[in-house]
């Protein structure tokens, strides 16, 4: 298993940037899968951003060329670079670990699609 504790998020005007982290901790091995999701009050969510252990990536469309998903294996630790924030992007993100070695992608990500996940911290992108 392994505990997730996501941070960074708070309000940021509209053209700002952000940087998320997500510390995981309480695993014997690293997960192959991890990702960013974000949920917006009365939307659906949303899978922002997967990366697998081979360091593939995905992106959502409404955040290609604006959000980079990283890992720094050595920290334990992912991260989420959201540069050109628009007020869309306002929501409480999430992150997602899962041991399985096929990873959805950004557009498959659900909840049911990753074993473990943080409690969130929330973006609030203002106009």
């Known amino acids: 298993q392994v505990h ?10 509209a053209g700002g940037s952000l940087r998320l982290s997500c510390a995981a901790f309480g695993h014997t091995y690293t997960p192959f ?11 659906e969510g949303e ?3 997967v990366i697998a252990g081979d360091g593939m990536t995905s992106y959502a469309d ?4 604006r959000f980079t998903v990283s890992q720094d294996n050595a920290k334990n630790t992912l991260y989420l670079q959201m540069n050109s924030l628009k007020p869309e992007d306002t929501g409480m993100y ?3 670990a899962d041991f399985g070695h096929v990873c959805p992608t950004a557009a498959t990500m659900t909840w049911g699609r ?9 973006v609030t992108v203002s106009s």
Do not use: D, I, N
């Open 4 to 13: 997730l504790v996501e941070s960074g998020g708070r309000s940021v005007q």
């Open 33 to 43: 899968c991890m990702g960013w999701f974000r949920q917006a009050p009365g939307k």
């Open 47 to 49: 899978g922002v951003a």
């Open 62 to 65: 409404s955040v290609t060329g």
């Open 94 to 96: 999430y992150c997602a």
């Open 114 to 122: 990753f074993g473990y996940w943080g409690r969130g911290t929330q």
